[in-house]
């Protein structure tokens, strides 16, 4: 597929290694002219490997809420044809349906890309000293450093509980909030750090940055109700591969599925992973970020038509 020259975009699509890139190929089958919607196309590394085989850019939409994901997107894509949609997936699958689209293959490699963790200024690392941000999208206004100054303690208490799973949540809001105000990564972690002395193999701080996250970018609400959007987004045969990174994700995803697929229920998807694929010890070893990667993958086997349900055989 025809690239233009990226050296005048910020950062580089080098940057982000493909999750899983063999396996999302061999679950979403990518054949000549079929449609792609990736809802979370970041640095295009997914999106190239599956155009390069469909070669129909035109029938590609490609959706960020990043800015900087999207500027890079627009400088690979656009020109040969793909739409490309900055804005969160939820908004964007709203549109797609209310425009009456639907795809042959649907994408959602979830989550952070490694620029968000190593470009100290978006503040997602615990390691990188840096303003508490964590927007993914830097047009909305709530950001890491509003929860942790301004969010009652009982509040923090349960996002901290609930989204970072963390058993010492109480002890943690309780600090966060006698340390006010607290502007960095570093004061956070600093923070927290003493509520779990001793040497562990995460961070002390990891399942707070963790939950803080989820909350900012909404990442729970956001796929919750993505996923009921998608099978009216998925072509008759269509195939929809989701790619997430912690347990809270999967859990949702794995229920979506196995409601979908169940009799009784208005079955319109077959799942196509019993249970979740992981990425093989290679992979881990080349990329860590890989590593808490789970892939699900559905097809689409059955489509309504005025009330009528039409079974299609696929395999
Ligand atoms: C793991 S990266 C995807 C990388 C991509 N598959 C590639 O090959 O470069 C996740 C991307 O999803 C985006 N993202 C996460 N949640 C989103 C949401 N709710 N709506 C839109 N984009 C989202 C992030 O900004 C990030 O660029």
């Known amino acids: 597929m025809p690239k233009k020259n990226q050296t005048d975009t ?15 190929l061999d679950y979403i089958r990518p054949k000549l002219g079929q449609s792609y919607l990736d809802l979370t196309a970041g640095y295009g590394g997914h999106a190239e490997a599956v155009l390069n085989l469909t ?8 959706v960020d809420r990043d800015d900087q994901a999207v500027a890079v997107l627009k400088d690979r894509f656009a020109e040969v044809g793909a739409k490309i949609i900055h804005q969160d ?28 963790l190593e470009e100290a200024d978006r503040g ?21 450093q509003v929860i942790v ?22 002890r943690i809001a309780q600090r966060i909030v006698r340390n006010r105000p607290i502007d960095t990564t570093d004061k956070l972690a600093a923070i927290i750090s003493p509520i779990w002395p001793g040497r562990s193999k995460i961070h002390p701080a990891s399942r707070t940055f963790q939950a803080l996250r989820i909350v900012v970018n909404d990442e729970i609400g956001q796929l919750e ?40 229920y208005d079955t319109q998807l077959r799942a196509l992973t019993k249970k979740p ?25 059955k489509t309504k038509k005025k009330g009528l349900s039409v079974k299609l055989n696929v395999y």
């Open 89 to 116: 997936f939820l908004k964007a699958t709203q549109y797609l349906t209310s425009e009456g689209m639907h795809f042959d293959m649907i994408l959602a490699d979830l989550g952070l890309s490694s620029p968000h």
């Open 10 to 24: 910020k950062v580089s699509s080098t940057k982000h290694i493909p999750v899983m890139k063999a396996e999302v």
């Open 55 to 62: 070669n129909s850019p035109n029938k590609a939409v490609l």
């Open 277 to 301: 694929l992981t990425p093989s010890r290679n992979e881990i070893v080349f990329n860590p970020r890989a590593r808490s990667a789970k892939l699900r993958a559905v097809v689409k086997i």
């Open 225 to 264: 109700q993505t996923l009921q959007q998608l099978p009216d987004l998925m072509a008759p045969g269509g195939r929809l591969v989701i790619i997430s990174f912690h347990s809270l994700e999967d859990r949702l995803v794995k229920r979506f599925i196995s409601e979908q697929s169940s009799e009784g």
């Open 149 to 170: 100054n301004t969010w009652p303690e009982e509040k923090l208490a349960t996002i901290i509980r609930d989204y970072g799973q963390e058993p010492k949540a109480r």
């Open 124 to 144: 997602f690392s615990i390691k990188k000293p840096a303003v508490l941000d964590m927007r993914m999208d830097r047009r909305q206004e709530l950001t890491a």
